[in-house]
């Protein structure tokens, strides 16, 4: 029932050399259906992430596996390379924790075909490894938006440490490689439009997949449709965690022309978590 956080003292984080922390989850069918204390609302948006991640981190992992080859700057590969092994390791860790989800009862397997099906028949076969490349700078951009708010609300304050301690770990590293999938872009290709429709079709992608996965899981819920659940709603989007308003404006940045993803309040509150959650396992 605990969580392993030894390897995070091991390894401090650190975005100048980015490294896979092998993390080992114990989730079990005790984790409540709502482990969320405000509802079933925010419990299945967050879910709703969980069940796109392994699917989309196994395609980030394919496409950058596919450049390692091409690049000649021996620190940026090593670097990407440690990319990769966080990115497989947050797949895993969340494929493990959507098999809780399955014992729980909930259904989900045609939908993540369907996602399959876009991310290997359409994004892989048809679109390209650019467009694919683009997209995943555009997705990590999201993510660590994403990241950000989750750990300036304290949206995971107090939820179940299984769940909790799953996802801190998650965005403190998604904060740590944030800005890798974009040099290695501008490395490959650095036009702006290549970078900007990649961007809208990853971040709209994660967008979808995520409202589409929690919509299926709140469905399955007895009295998803109430008052409450709008409320709840409210409350996740604009008025206690904020998501719209804190995330709107960041998220369009990244069609400016010269944005680059460093932001030092960002890498700070993560490099605190980070610090505390070494403390976790000292305790
Ligand atoms: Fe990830
Ligand atoms: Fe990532």
């Not at 021996?74 to 399955?102: C, P, T």
């Not at 890798?180 to 439009?193: G, K, M, P, R, V």
Request: with cysteine.
């Amino acid at each position: 029932m605990t969580t392993n956080f030894e390897t995070l003292t091991l390894k401090p984080f650190n975005p100048q050399k980015i490294q896979a922390r092998k993390i080992d989850f114990q989730f079990s069918t005790d984790i409540p259906r709502i482990w969320h204390y405000d509802g079933l609302i925010t419990t299945h948006f967050i879910n709703g992430i969980s069940l796109f991640l392994p699917g989309f981190e196994s395609f980030m992992v394919r496409v950058l596996k596919d450049q390692l080859s091409n690049i000649k700057d021996s620190e940026l590969k090593r670097q990407i390379a440690g990319f990769i092994g966080q990115e497989a390791n947050h797949g895993r860790a969340h494929h493990q924790y959507n098999q809780i989800l399955r014992q729980q009862g909930y259904k989900f397997e045609t939908w993540l075909k369907f996602m399959d099906f876009i991310l290997i028949e359409i994004m892989e076969k048809r679109l390209g490894s650019k467009i694919c490349l683009a997209s995943i700078a555009g997705f990590e951009h999201l993510t660590t938006l994403l990241a950000g708010i989750i750990l300036k609300v304290n949206m995971l304050e107090s939820t179940d440490p299984r769940v909790r301690s799953l996802w801190e770990w998650h965005a403190v590293e998604e904060i740590e490689h944030s800005s890798l999938a974009f040099i290695l872009l501008q490395e490959t290709d650095n036009s702006y439009w290549l970078r900007a429709i990649g961007g809208v079709l990853g971040a709209g992608l994660a967008l979808g997949f995520n409202i589409v996965g929690m919509f299926l899981l709140v469905i399955q819920e007895r009295g998803f449709f109430s008052w409450k659940s709008l409320i709840e709603l409210k409350r996740l989007l604009f008025t206690k965690y904020k998501l719209i308003p804190y995330g709107w404006k960041p998220l369009f940045e990244y069609l400016k022309f010269n944005f680059h993803p460093c932001n030092q309040d960002i890498l700070l509150l993560a490099e605190n978590l980070s610090l505390s959650l070494s403390r976790v396992e000292a305790n």
